[in-house]
């Protein structure tokens, strides 16, 4: 017996640039963007205090928190 294909057989999803890729990467440009057209000043309650900082960084930082948090319940784990 040969072992089993596990290709997906689909064409052009190989290499660097699969669909999947391209949607994260047209996703992430686009947050980008909207981070940086967004740059008025905002008041956040974190816990306890008030903050008050551009929405900028506010936006950048939980995009960075969902990027990290992504990473870690996503990332390929050994067999």
Do not use: H
């Amino acid at each position: 017996m040969s072992p089993k294909d596990v290709s997906s057989g689909a064409k052009g999803s190989t290499g660097p640039f699969t669909p999947s890729r391209i949607v994260v990467l047209v996703l992430a440009i686009l947050s980008i963007v909207f981070i940086v057209e967004n740059t008025g000043e905002v008041t956040l309650r974190l816990l306890v205090p008030l903050v008050t900082l551009p929405l900028s960084l506010a936006l950048l930082a939980m995009f960075v928190a969902g990027m990290v948090c992504g990473g870690y319940l996503f990332r390929r784990r050994p067999k």
